[in-house]
């Protein structure tokens, strides 16, 4: 997937809302909604066109799943144990009946296009996205409560009433949680989400939902780059550069004169002000950290057995496939979905046109490499399932395809 593609498939998503103003001013701009204009790539059938069914069949997940309830008639049935589907099922109808929402996390493997939505997402925020479902029965109560992560909430089936409050999030960070009190929504507005229709939530906002009627909705996480993280890459890209950043600090018993650190701390983040005024060290921080994130997403799906090929196989990029791609002097750093692959500086024309290039011919590519050395290293890329075999011999066809084109 390139960031065309992705851009592509996101925008369908999104639309009537372009995908520039949604990662741009949209991101910083607070709450929002978008109403299904019916171009919005399938927004309704992200789960398939039984969304409950594919829900009730994701028996694997019983031990996983998560509830809330602000008026639950008793306690939560017990989830252990669930023998098969019809046991599942009745586990299920058993939380509906005393008025709880079901929340059904780690959806991605049950959507085709849902992983895809969420992977060119990924590649373009360089961060995990999650993606879970809530069902709900009508009569439901949700608790007044926040996320501390961004959301992108599609209603997929029966309506929801959602009251959001109006007041600018906090943005707290995710180690602060609501006091023990009941939390006060304060001002807020009320709407009704059909199917298809979509909101997006900033983390921190303070919301609840009724349900008048059975209802799924899907719930797209995901934590675009903050201030404090470009700071902390910052730190990170220095501490790899300078040694006594890693240094173990002296005074760390538990009657220490902490103060006695002071000195160090504050000497330290002068280092790392005056490291971040040099040109081109933001960026190379925010580089390294794009790599680690990409690295740590989910991984790709590798073959049980790395596939033979020849010269004039046909290569092309597996589902999902990206990187980000970083160097030292003597090594480029790949960094995909699940992993880094770590390559000698030789072959970096050749690796910059793996990447690049959706679909080639293996004896394509470039630079100053022997046919071994290109062998290897596409071995290499379809080990960790980047690449995958399109052709095992080239066809007059796949020569076309993979042919470079000029201007």
Same mark, same amino acid.
């Given at each position: 997937?390139d ?5 592509a ?12 103003e949604?990662l741009?001013?949209?991101? #910083?701009?607070g709450f ?6 019916g171009? !919005? ?10 969304? /409950?069914a594919v ?13 809330h309830?602000?008026?639950a #008639?008793?306690p939560?049935p017990d989830?252990?144990?669930v +023998? ?10 058993a939380?509906?009946a +005393? ?5 059904f996390?780690?959806?991605r ?7 895809? @939505? %969420? ?15 809530f069902?709900s029965r009508?009569?439901m109560? %949700? ?5 501390d ?5 599609v209603q ?5 009433r959602?009251?959001? *409050?109006t &007041?600018? !999030?906090e943005?707290?960070n $995710?180690?602060r949680?609501? #006091?023990?009190?009941?939390?006060d929504?304060g *001002?807020h507005q009320v709407l009704?989400?059909?199917p298809g229709d979509?909101?997006y939530?900033?983390? =921190? ?7 008048d009627?059975?209802s799924?909705h899907?719930a797209?996480?995901f ?5 404090r993280e470009a ?6 890209? @220095?501490s790899d550069?300078n040694r ?11 009657n ?9 701390v504050?000497?330290?983040v ?6 971040a005024r040099?040109?081109?060290f933001?960026?190379a921080?925010l580089? +390294?950290?794009a790599?680690?994130a990409?690295a ?5 799906k &590798?073959p049980?057995?790395?596939?033979a ?15 980000q ?5 003597d090594?480029?750093d790949?960094?995909?979905p699940?992993g880094?692959?770590y ?7 050749a690796?910059?046109?793996i990447?690049? $290039? ?5 004896r394509d590519?470039? =630079?100053?490499?022997g046919?071994?050395v290109r062998l290897?290293?596409?071995? /290499? ?12 011999t080239?066809?007059?066809?796949? @020569?076309? %395809?993979?042919?470079p084109?000029?201007a």
């Amino acid at each position: 997937m390139d960031l065309a593609e992705a851009q592509a498939r996101l925008g369908q998503f999104l639309s009537p809302l372009a995908v520039d103003e949604f990662l741009g001013p949209g991101l #910083s701009g607070g709450f929002r909604v978008s109403r299904h204009d019916g171009r !919005s790539g399938g927004r309704p059938a992200l789960l398939g066109a039984d969304p /409950r069914a594919v829900l009730a069949g994701a028996v694997h997940l019983a031990s996983e799943l998560t509830y809330h309830s602000a008026n639950a #008639s008793g306690p939560p049935p017990d989830l252990s144990g669930v +023998r098969d589907a019809r046991d599942f099922r009745e586990r299920i109808d058993a939380f509906h009946a +005393r008025n709880y929402s079901i929340r059904f996390p780690d959806l991605r493997p049950l959507s085709p296009e849902l992983d895809a @939505l %969420a992977r060119a997402l990924e590649l373009l925020i360089q961060g995990p996205v999650t993606a879970s479902a809530f069902w709900s029965r009508g009569g439901m109560r %949700a608790p007044v409560h926040y996320d501390d992560h961004d959301l992108i909430v599609v209603q997929l089936e029966g309506t929801k009433r959602w009251y959001v *409050a109006t &007041r600018p !999030s906090e943005l707290f960070n $995710t180690w602060r949680g609501v #006091s023990g009190n009941p939390p006060d929504l304060g *001002a807020h507005q009320v709407l009704d989400l059909a199917p298809g229709d979509l909101m997006y939530l900033p983390r =921190g906002t303070f919301h609840t939902v009724d349900s008048d009627t059975e209802s799924v909705h899907l719930a797209i996480g995901f934590t675009p780059l903050t201030l404090r993280e470009a700071v902390i890459a910052a730190l990170d890209h @220095l501490s790899d550069l300078n040694r006594p950043l890693r240094a173990t600090l002296a005074g760390q018993l538990e009657n220490a004169d902490l103060e006695a650190l002071a000195p160090a701390v504050a000497e330290a983040v002068g280092h790392l002000f005056n490291a971040a005024r040099s040109p081109g060290f933001v960026a190379a921080a925010l580089q +390294r950290r794009a790599s680690r994130a990409v690295a740590d997403l989910v991984p790709l799906k &590798r073959p049980t057995m790395t596939p033979a090929v020849s010269l004039d196989s046909v290569l092309r990029h597996a589902e999902g496939a990206f990187t980000q791609i970083g160097a030292s002097a003597d090594t480029i750093d790949v960094a995909y979905p699940g992993g880094h692959l770590y390559i000698h500086r030789g072959a970096q024309e050749a690796v910059v046109y793996i990447a690049d $290039t959706p679909r080639f011919r293996v004896r394509d590519l470039p =630079g100053p490499i022997g046919d071994e050395v290109r062998l290897a290293l596409v071995a /290499r890329f379809l080990e960790v399932g980047f690449l995958e075999v399109a052709s095992p011999t080239a066809s007059v066809a796949d @020569l076309f %395809a993979s042919a470079p084109v000029s201007a």
